[in-house]
């Protein structure tokens, strides 16, 4: 394929309820969306998952932008590429920025299995035909609030249930939702807001049966990690300490995890997120899809990855309506006692919604 045009589109989506975790509140995703075209006219759709501050990490929507704009861009225009594996070592003397290398990798993905005629979990060598799903929830006011929440969610029938834990709400909170839920699969995100400083609140978490603790300490780190790990027996799964296939490799070695939480952006797109699924497999390690509140495209590209074999574990990858009121693709993301179907047909298995994707778009620009 040769690459004649590119749309950058920057979306605002109100989200239905307010999303908290130990460092911000959400009560909107603004993302990137773009639009890829091909010289045939083949069109692909990408997604960068950076929100508009660097809570999560250091990259925001307009830093994505201008990445996108004066570097990534202009090495994709006009180019032949054969295969979206290749983007890596086309991306190669730009540094990190993993979200906004993903979103234009996703676009090319979609171009691609749309003209070798393939589905993407196909492509990819997915064989489940539906995916177990999990839910994220936000850190509520009150523990009664919580364990309401919670309850919804247990009712509309979700895999694993994941709770924002901070300092100051970790283990009564836990404790509570351990006592009115005692077999529901549940785990705790910190999101970084701990220290090794902290070990006893881990080793009291460790009572709780959890899953897994995801990303207690810093979110560049995997030394600590591996001393905590040595202290609790509930599995360590990292979330932001990952960018790469070397990084999983590194903290698999340094057993700084029992788990892995993939995201495609987070890795710099669906290629290195499928080599961290293979070496994980090989290595014995259990992963899951994590979710950035996508619209329907990323999320369209999670439901494709986690058909693949060693995505063990249910993902974030909750339906469109949990977040929304309306998304960008046609038909919706649907949950149905906890299982998504993975789509089946040519490209990712829903449409762009133009209409939608118009009145939620803020700011716009096509390079050609
Ligand atoms: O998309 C989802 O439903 C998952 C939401 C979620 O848990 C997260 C979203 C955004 C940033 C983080 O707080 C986070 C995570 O760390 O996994
Ligand atoms: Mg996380």
Not at 219 to 242: F, G, N, R, W, Y
Not at 325 to 330: A, G, K, L, P, V
């Amino acid at each position: 394929m040769k690459i004649k045009e590119i749309t950058i589109r920057h979306l605002k989506m109100e989200l239905k309820t307010p999303f908290s975790t130990s460092f911000g509140t959400f009560l909107d995703k603004e993302f990137l969306l773009l639009e890829v075209t091909d010289e045939q006219g083949t069109i692909g759709f990408g997604e960068s998952v950076a929100f508009d501050a660097p809570w999560y990490n250091e990259e925001t929507l307009k830093t994505n932008w201008h990445i996108l704009e004066d570097f990534l861009i202009p090495l994709i225009l006009n180019n032949k590429i054969e295969h979206p594996d290749e983007l890596e070592q086309l991306f190669k003397g730009i540094r990190k920025n993993y979200m906004a290398k993903s979103a234009i990798e996703g676009a090319i993905w979609d171009i691609y299995i749309q003209q070798t005629n393939q589905s993407l979990a196909q492509a990819l060598g997915g064989k489940k035909e539906k995916i177990e799903v999990g839910i994220s929830l936000g850190i509520q006011e009150t523990i009664e609030k919580q364990i309401e929440v919670v309850d919804k969610a247990v009712k509309d029938g979700y895999k694993r249930i994941k709770l924002k834990i901070k300092p100051g709400w970790d283990i009564e909170v836990m404790r509570a939702l351990r006592e009115r839920f005692p077999d529901m699969p549940m785990m705790a995100d910190a999101n970084s807001a701990y220290t090794l400083e902290d070990v006893d609140v881990f080793k009291q978490l460790d009572e709780f049966n959890l899953m897994m603790i995801e990303q207690p300490l810093a979110s560049d780190d995997i030394i600590d990690h591996a001393v905590l790990q040595k202290q609790i027996k509930t599995p360590i799964c990292l979330d932001e300490s990952i960018h790469s296939f070397e990084d999983a490799r590194k903290a698999v070695e340094l057993g700084s995890c029992g788990v892995i939480n993939i995201k495609i952006g987070r890795v710099g797109g669906i290629s290195e997120a499928k080599k961290i699924h293979d070496y994980c497999e090989e290595k014995g390690i259990p992963v899951w899809c994590g979710g950035m509140l996508e619209s329907g495209i990323g999320r369209a590209h999670n439901i494709a990855l986690t058909s693949l074999s060693n995505f063990v574990m249910p993902g974030d990858t909750a339906g469109s309506s949990h977040y929304f009121e309306q998304d960008i693709i046609t038909p919706e993301v649907v949950v149905e006692d906890g299982y998504i179907t993975v789509p089946q047909e040519v490209g990712i298995g829903f449409k762009p919604n133009l209409e939608a994707i118009t009145k939620y778009t803020v700011a716009s620009k096509t390079y050609k």
